[in-house]
């Protein structure tokens, strides 16, 4: 038991030496980036639509990818749909917040 448990530190001491863990953070610094890049996208798509004269009944078709959309299961079309209405209010008081105007959502 005790070698068991000195063999998974020097491995756990081995990844440290060789940035193991430098790795992750890069790689979940480029995540976050990428997610990022992807609601500020959306929030232009957002902005547009507010601030269009013309009137969107479904704002979501504008934020929707559809190919991506139409390979989900009927559950995960609609947890989709739901993410997209819960971002689409999110970005929605973003503008709101940032232009100090109220927003009609709809």
Excluded: F, H
Aim: overall charge negative; glycine content about 2%.
């Amino acid at each position: 038991m005790k070698e068991d448990i000195q063999s998974v530190a020097k491995m756990a001491k081995e990844r440290i030496k060789c940035g193991y863990w430098s790795q992750v953070k890069t790689e979940k610094l480029a995540i976050m980036q990428e997610i990022e890049q992807v609601d500020n996208e959306m929030y232009e798509v957002v902005a547009s639509i507010i601030e269009s004269d013309e009137i969107v009944l479904n704002p979501l078709t504008k934020l929707m990818d559809n190919s991506y959309y139409n390979s989900l299961s009927e559950d995960g079309k609609n947890r989709y749909i739901l993410e997209l209405a819960n971002k689409y209010v999110k970005l929605c008081k973003e503008y709101e917040k940032r232009n100090k105007t109220s927003v009609n959502m709809g």
